[in-house]
């Protein structure tokens, strides 16, 4: 703009220039104060927003949230029906063409082995007409994927797995009639053999045989009264269904068939509702009714071959609901939720009640007696992860402060506990698609350039890009997660090299602390193991879950031990006496090189490895299910990514002491040729890198070339960020604000965002999956931001400066350590034999 007014001023005529200058200079002041104006527009804009909602009332709109939700949820289940069988059963809707969800609970998919494991050696019957035949076939194919459809039309089938001794029959009785009550009363008899199981249903062949009058509609009625008795006798033994009947497709029906319309079918299926569910006069009946492959039906059978037999898809959602009311409650699998009933609490989950109950309680006293211990201020980087920096400038909290903390922590763990162990708010399955993936993640990048501010320092790779660069990638993480998106290959990748950056700024920030401050002291290494593993430890005993479960915790954990390990064993090389000689910097450099050769002797010897991670106590950090073999496959998929991290901290150390890089505001890393170089190098090896991840066939194929690979795309998306002064001098304080808690956002989606251990997704809101994630995210983000700040004021409290005070702590955690490890490890012998 202001080239082309220069421009236009030289060209105009002497005798214009007068007239024209002015016109074109107020053209100018115009256009730059209209831009100052939107400058200025913007930012009072994201002061307002800033200033009118703060994380203090965002957590204060969260607590009034949660409280409504649990009277809601609660009231819903005492009042309206809170069993899931029954959700299970009646309720659902496709997520997609052949993925069923039923309502407010989660559907395991079973497969051949867990199925004989549930059933062996029950016997299971299938009594009805020819779509009951259907739905007997997609059973048994659950139990073994091999069967086919081979029995003759109009007759009884059996099966029998051998291995299993799992018996399943389907019988040919296609109306409700004497006959299929006569066969019932058989199973009644004293000293008969009774199924364990009975699925039974019919009614078309009453509408076909007699042209769907009002007087088979009344008989039909008469009939299943006189049936219910004995199906409720049955219920005593073990499990009834009545399928309710499925809708057929008019248009295509064949003539002899014409009769049996959808309203005909209705009728029956309420006169079936009726009569089954006052059956029992004693109570609430016990037959069970089989809806859901009806509604299920309703949105597939336009796809029938003959209008009255369902697609194959439809017929198996039948099955695998039946199986999952069978088998939920006794297999008990995570991520099947319906049926299921509440776990009962172990020992060390009531202990762990009380003591924080407890904890509450003095704190109220404390209170009450006037113990008003001012607290310390909270340092501005208290919400970053590892290198988080412990206050000095004032005195340690008291003793309220420190059981205050404990009473917060203990009302944030009820809610996780209410979230995913006790049966008060729903669960769903997660679903796929393109659009649940891509979507969010366009809004987030929308909102992290609306935040952009100035850098307060110009330096390469400074503290606000790094809590930038870690909460955008944990925000896409948390996106993959909830949209299901490692079921896509390319996205897949991506976020593996998402979490080994992660690693990678463990190594460099790590390295780069030990390089230049050379404090090997036992304080920061305990404030550093604390702040990692304090939200996990306490996971692990309120949710019951091993400490391998959180697996990016032992990860990151393991590897601030190995990177101590190397910088402070003999001898310590620091920067200060590498300065004296450049010999030392070789000395770093053989270090490194060790390192590595003993992570290549672990990497390709797997049974070397799970030897030395078996051994007890050791394993119990390490076992996940009784194996260390989730360990090792977490492990070695990078393997490489805290030294490529280490030793880029390393050469930028060196680079930037002498006086290489240029660091000041606007300049560019390196010399404008070198810089463009770099730069263009960079560009063209990340975008071969997502080509790459897109192409690639398999999880095994790319999990295998991924710790050799992964540093490229980091290496390149951290010169792009840094080599351009411009791009330095920039950041998005929305990304970085995550960023400083990225950390509890990682732990906190397990139970609290997810559910069913990441199996699933939390439902607070029913019936509307879009509203349901927006508030279960704000009340996830300020849970995980409340977290931060209670683990920083614990840590003040927990961790004594004196050294001499720390280790007796040290050694009474130790002693109480070894003491639950021994009582567990008695405990699970005992249970063993």
Not at 47 to 73: C, D, G, M, P, Y
Not at 146 to 159: A, L, P, T
Not at 204 to 210: D, F, G, M, N, V
Not at 798 to 813: C, E, F, H, T, Y
Request: charged share 15%.
């Amino acid at each position: 703009m202001e080239h082309n007014e220069v421009v236009l001023l030289n060209a105009a005529p002497a005798d214009g220039a007068q007239g024209g200058a002015p016109l074109l200079h107020r053209t100018g002041a115009c256009c730059h104060g209209g831009a100052k104006m939107a400058v200025l527009a913007y930012s009072l804009g994201k002061r307002e927003i800033n200033q009118h909602f703060t994380i203090k009332n965002a957590k204060l709109i969260s607590l009034v949230l949660v409280s409504l939700l649990i009277v809601f949820h609660t009231a819903s289940r005492y009042y309206g029906g809170g069993d899931s069988c029954e959700w299970l059963l009646s309720k659902g809707r496709y997520l997609g063409e052949s993925v069923w969800q039923p309502y407010g609970c989660m559907m395991h998919k079973y497969k051949s082995n867990e199925a004989n494991n549930c059933l062996a050696p029950k016997r299971v019957v299938f009594v009805g007409d020819s779509r009951i035949r259907q739905l007997f076939y997609s059973f048994i194919k659950i139990i073994d994927p091999e069967q086919r459809e081979v029995g003759n039309k109009h007759e009884d089938i059996s099966f029998l797995h051998k291995s299993s001794s799992v018996n399943v029959e389907f019988l040919w009785y296609p109306e409700a009639n004497n006959s299929m009550k006569e066969r019932l009363i058989s199973w009644t008899h004293e000293g008969s053999l009774k199924p364990d199981v009975v699925i039974l249903g019919a009614a078309t062949w009453s509408i076909k045989l007699r042209s769907g009058s009002s007087e088979t509609l009344q008989q039909y009625k008469v009939n299943l009264t006189a049936i219910a008795v004995h199906l409720e006798k049955l219920a005593d033994h073990g499990e009834v269904y009545w399928v309710l009947q499925d809708p057929v497709n008019e248009e295509v029906l064949s003539e002899n068939r014409k009769m049996i319309t959808n309203q005909q079918l209705e009728q029956y299926n309420e006169a079936a509702a009726d009569v089954l569910n006052s059956s029992n006069r004693k109570g609430r009946s016990r037959i069970r009714l089989l809806a859901a492959a009806r509604q299920a039906a309703l949105e597939t059978i336009a796809q029938s071959d003959d209008g009255l037999h369902l697609p194959e898809s439809t017929r198996n959602v039948g099955a695998m609901v039946l199986m999952n009311s069978m088998c939920n409650n006794k297999l008990r699998p995570i991520d099947g939720s319906c049926c299921q009933t509440v776990p009962p609490t172990s020992l060390v989950q009531k202990l762990s009640a009380f003591f924080f109950l407890g904890s509450a309680v003095v704190f109220v006293v404390l209170h009450v007696l006037g113990n008003n211990h001012q607290r310390r201020h909270v340092p501005p980087d208290v919400e970053s992860l590892e290198e988080k920096k412990p206050a000095t400038a004032a005195a340690a909290p008291g003793p309220k402060e420190l059981f205050k903390a404990l009473a917060r922590m203990g009302i944030i763990m009820g809610y996780f506990y209410l979230c995913d162990r006790a049966d008060v708010f729903m669960k769903e399955q997660k679903f796929y698609t393109h659009s649940t993936f891509f979507i969010p993640l366009v809004y987030i990048i929308v909102l992290g350039v609306f935040y952009y501010e100035n850098s307060k320092e110009t330096k390469f790779l400074n503290r606000e890009q790094t809590d930038e660069w870690k909460g955008w990638m944990q925000l896409v993480i948390l996106i993959y997660h909830v949209s299901g998106a490692s079921a896509f290959l390319p996205v897949y990748m991506h976020v593996r090299v998402l979490v080994a950056a992660y690693l990678f700024q463990t190594g460099y920030g790590h390295f780069s602390f030990f390089w230049l401050k050379g404090d090997f002291g036992l304080y920061r290494v305990c404030q550093v193991l604390f702040r990692l593993n304090f939200l996990v430890l306490v996971l692990c005993v309120v949710m019951n879950r091993p400490y391998q479960f959180y697996y990016f915790v032992p990860l990151v954990t393991f590897w601030f031990a190995v990177i101590y390990s190397t910088m402070a064993l003999w001898p310590q090389i620091l920067q200060k006496k590498a300065n004296g000689s450049g010999f030392w910097h070789l000395g770093i450099l053989a270090k490194l090189l060790g390192l590595l050769i003993v992570i290549c002797v672990f990497a390709f010897s797997q049974g070397f490895f799970e030897h030395i991670f078996a051994v007890w106590p050791v394993s119990t950090l390490f076992e996940l299910n009784g194996s260390v073999h989730e360990w090792w496959f977490r492990w070695k998929l990078d393997r490489f990514v805290v030294i490529h991290g280490m030793l880029f901290a390393f050469l930028y150390l060196v680079l930037q002491k002498r006086m290489v890089l240029f660091e000041g505001k606007g300049d560019a890393l390196f010399s404008p040729k070198t810089s463009n170089v770099l730069l263009f190098l960079s560009v063209v090896s990340f975008i071969t890198y997502s080509i790459w991840a897109s192409s690639c066939k398999t999880k095994t194929e790319c999990n295998e070339m991924h710790p050799y690979i992964s540093v490229v795309q980091i290496l390149a998306f951290i010169l792009i960020r840094n080599i351009p002064g411009y791009a330095r001098s920039v950041y998005s304080s929305f990304f970085a604000w995550f960023g400083k808690i990225s950390l509890e956002l990682f732990i906190c989606q397990y139970h609290i965002w997810l559910a069913a251990d990441t199996k699933g997704i939390l439902v607070l809101i029913p019936g509307n999956p879009s509203l349901n994630i927006l508030v279960s995210t704000f009340i996830f983000v300020c849970v995980a931001h409340e977290i931060s700040l209670i683990t920083n004021d614990l840590a003040q409290v927990i961790i004594p400066k004196d050294n001499v005070a720390l280790l007796k702590r040290l050694g009474a955690v130790g002693v109480f350590t070894l003491g639950v490890l021994l009582l567990s490890r008695g405990s699970h012998k005992t249970h063993g034999a």
